[in-house]
């Protein structure tokens, strides 16, 4: 066999070793298990995820980190600019499994986030895991359900623009003093009946993040228009003025 032959069939040789260990390896398990698919937190609040990977036996794991991978784009946290101070993210190749925190949420930190991985496999040199955490942040607000007239019943609602991922348990303050004895159901404060006394200005936050609270809504609660009562004490006004006519 000539020289030029030999390098052909060596070439051909390696080519498909190569492809019998791509199509291996695209036989094993590539996989990212996240430990929720969406989070819904509080501005201001922190936040926190993980993940999970599993790689076909032989890779080395070179390095894993969390990332934004969108329209094509991928941003590294915490290396870019709008993470710095806010973002800890930690990975143990030994149990394969990665967390991220950020702190002070803000809009602009509602992403999907992915566990990205990197190898020293001449192939197979990163690897991202698809379908990562998608990541909601809401603010607080109060509505007011009901005719605010003394004695209907009045309900403060404390709402969310998506469900929190804490079940978390409300707190409620008015004029800016904690209420305590008023009751409450949920996201809910109950004034059953509302009095005048009830008007003021209401605000709710989620206990452990008192200083996130809600804006304040002013409550003003209107006399009851008992017309019934005046009819009755015109006609027996009348009544008597007719009698000593």
């Given at each position: 066999?000539?020289?030029?032959?030999?390098?052909?069939?060596?070439?051909?040789?390696?080519?498909?070793?190569?492809?019998?260990?791509?199509?291996?390896?695209?036989?094993?398990?590539?996989?990212?298990?996240?430990?929720?698919?969406?989070?819904?937190?509080?501005?201001?609040a922190p936040v926190w995820m993980s993940c999970h990977y599993t790689l076909p036996s032989g890779f080395a794991v070179r390095d894993a980190f969390w990332c934004e991978c969108e329209d094509g784009k991928t941003r590294l946290l915490p290396q870019d600019?709008?993470?710095?101070?806010?973002?800890?993210?930690?990975?143990?190749?030994?149990?394969?499994?990665?967390?991220?925190?950020?702190?002070?949420?803000?809009?602009?930190?509602?992403?999907?986030?992915?566990?990205?991985?990197?190898?020293?496999?001449?192939?197979?040199?990163?690897?991202?895991?698809?379908?990562?955490?998608?990541?909601?942040?809401?603010?607080?607000?109060?509505?007011?359900?009901?005719?605010?007239?003394?004695?209907?019943?009045?309900?403060?609602?404390?709402?969310?623009?998506?469900?929190?991922?804490?079940?978390?348990?409300?707190?409620?303050?008015?004029?800016?003093?904690?209420?305590?004895?008023?009751?409450?159901?949920?996201?809910?404060?109950l004034l059953h009946p509302v009095s005048r006394e009830d008007g003021g200005r209401y605000s709710c936050a989620v206990k452990g993040h008192e200083d996130l609270s809600s804006a304040e809504v002013e409550l003003s609660v209107r006399c009851k228009n008992?017309?019934?009562?005046?009819?009755?004490?015109?006609?027996?006004?009348?009544?008597?003025?007719?009698?000593?006519?």
């Amino acid at each position: 066999m000539t020289s030029a032959g030999a390098a052909r069939s060596s070439m051909v040789t390696y080519a498909t070793i190569n492809l019998l260990m791509i199509q291996g390896l695209l036989g094993e398990r590539w996989d990212v298990k996240y430990s929720t698919r969406s989070i819904c937190a509080l501005r201001g609040a922190p936040v926190w995820m993980s993940c999970h990977y599993t790689l076909p036996s032989g890779f080395a794991v070179r390095d894993a980190f969390w990332c934004e991978c969108e329209d094509g784009k991928t941003r590294l946290l915490p290396q870019d600019a709008d993470y710095q101070s806010r973002v800890h993210a930690a990975c143990t190749l030994r149990t394969n499994r990665c967390t991220l925190n950020i702190t002070r949420l803000s809009q602009s930190d509602a992403h999907e986030y992915n566990c990205r991985i990197t190898t020293s496999h001449v192939f197979f040199q990163s690897w991202t895991g698809n379908e990562g955490i998608v990541l909601s942040v809401t603010d607080l607000s109060v509505e007011l359900v009901g005719a605010a007239t003394e004695g209907n019943d009045v309900r403060l609602v404390c709402k969310t623009s998506c469900n929190l991922s804490s079940s978390p348990t409300y707190s409620w303050k008015k004029n800016g003093e904690p209420l305590e004895k008023e009751p409450t159901k949920n996201n809910e404060l109950l004034l059953h009946p509302v009095s005048r006394e009830d008007g003021g200005r209401y605000s709710c936050a989620v206990k452990g993040h008192e200083d996130l609270s809600s804006a304040e809504v002013e409550l003003s609660v209107r006399c009851k228009n008992n017309t019934s009562s005046l009819a009755h004490y015109m006609n027996h006004f009348y009544f008597l003025k007719n009698q000593y006519l």
